[in-house]
């Protein structure tokens, strides 16, 4: 599945897949929750899937509504030239094979009961 330009779910067809660039070895995920603004951190464990042909050095991260407060690849907090933010998604540029990347985040729950 996948979200379109007016944040509805699309469906992805086997003729369309392709193995994933990364694989997401272990997550940890810290909630500090609040209706208004709830803060999400994650630590990602990452390492390249070594059968895939695409060798690009970037990874896109999906995320609807969410509000960057910080990115950090192996422990060093990344500017923003390092990354590409979109309303729907995160690119970290130039990545190595093997890495843990961090995020802070902010969104607001009520704002999503619609």
């Not at 599945?1 to 193995?19: C, F, R, S, V, W």
């Not at 500090?32 to 690009?56: C, F, M, Q, W, Y």
């Amino acid at each position: 599945m996948g979200i379109n330009e007016n944040n509805q779910h699309t469906a992805t067809y086997l003729k369309d897949y392709t193995p994933p660039k990364f694989f997401i070895d272990s997550a940890h995920l810290e909630f500090n929750l609040d209706s208004a603004k709830t803060v999400v951190k994650s630590e990602l464990h990452i390492r390249r899937n070594p059968k895939t042909k695409n060798k690009e050095s970037s990874i896109t991260l999906d995320g609807v509504s969410l509000f960057l407060e910080e990115v950090k690849l192996n422990k060093k907090t990344k500017e923003p030239k390092d990354y590409h933010l979109t309303a729907k998604d995160l690119t970290i540029l130039n990545v190595p094979d093997n890495f843990i990347l961090e995020t802070t985040v902010k969104i607001s729950p009520c704002d999503n009961w619609t």
